[in-house]
């Protein structure tokens, strides 16, 4: 199941390694809710977790994730359920991409007096 979510970073953890094959890392988003602010753990795992480099507090993100649930039964034959939000695409809200030829156009504009007629 796919979901959406806007909102700010609160946390930004450390990566796990939880096994050779395996490794995530936490966060938190702070998503307003009415007058309430909601603090929304997600985690990205595996080739993902570089999505999270560049984020800091503040940072006005959108994450698109997955519901994920389980099972767990103890020794004792109790059973937990457990669920997890899966970011699969974290970007920052605003943040625009600039072409080459863009990024040229303003270096050269910005530094460029070799055609002032005077």
Known sequence: MAYEIKGTIHVVGQTKV?????SKREFVVSVK???YEQLIELQATGDRISQLDDLNF???VRV??????????????GVKYFNTLEAWRIEKV??????????RAA???AGDDSDIPF
């Open 58 to 60: 503040g940072d006005e």
């Open 64 to 77: 698109d994730f997955n519901l994920r649930g389980r099972e767990w039964r103890n020794p004792s034959g």
């Open 33 to 35: 809710d009415g007058k």
């Open 94 to 103: 605003g943040a625009t991409k600039t072409s080459p030829a863009q990024s």
């Open 107 to 109: 270096t050269t504009s």
């Open 18 to 22: 939880v096994s050779d094959k395996f």
